[in-house]
């Protein structure tokens, strides 16, 4: 089993930033990748962006693009989401994730999710 805990959300203005962390611990295998989603209560989880773990290669959701930035700590197994610029949209839960394989944008390639963390983006 993988286990992923998010950190770091809360409340902040429109155009301000916040910094999501993801720290992973468990089953000790090499993860392909991991990624970010977020979900607004009611609807399905979105895509915001991955990061392949060896080579640090990133794609990220339009909706984000230029304005967030992952990272990745190897050495700790833990994700960084920069966020910048924030907007009232970016409000959501938002949840890191593992892929079984290779993984995409489809939250359905993710078996290990973290409980998520709230971030509020008021105007």
């Known amino acids: 089993q993988v286990q992923l805990v998010e950190s770091g959300g809360g409340l902040v203005q429109a155009g301000g930033s916040l910094r999501l962390s993801c720290a992973a611990s468990g089953r000790t295998f090499s993860y392909y990748a991991m990624a970010w989603f977020r979900q607004v209560l009611g609807k399905e989880h979105e895509f915001v962006g991955r990061?392949?773990?060896?080579?640090?290669?990133?794609y990220y959701a339009d909706s984000v693009k230029g304005r967030f930035t992952i990272s990745r700590d190897k050495a700790k197994n833990t994700m960084i989401l920069q966020m910048n610029s924030l907007k009232p949209e970016d409000t959501a839960v938002y949840y890191c994730?593992?892929?079984?394989?290779?993984?995409?944008?489809?939250?359905?390639?993710?078996?290990?999710w973290g409980r998520g963390t709230q971030v509020t983006v008021s105007s």
């Open positions: 990061i392949n773990w060896s080579t640090g290669t990133t």
């Open positions: 994730a593992v892929p079984r394989v290779v993984g995409g944008t489809n939250p359905n390639e993710y078996p290990y």
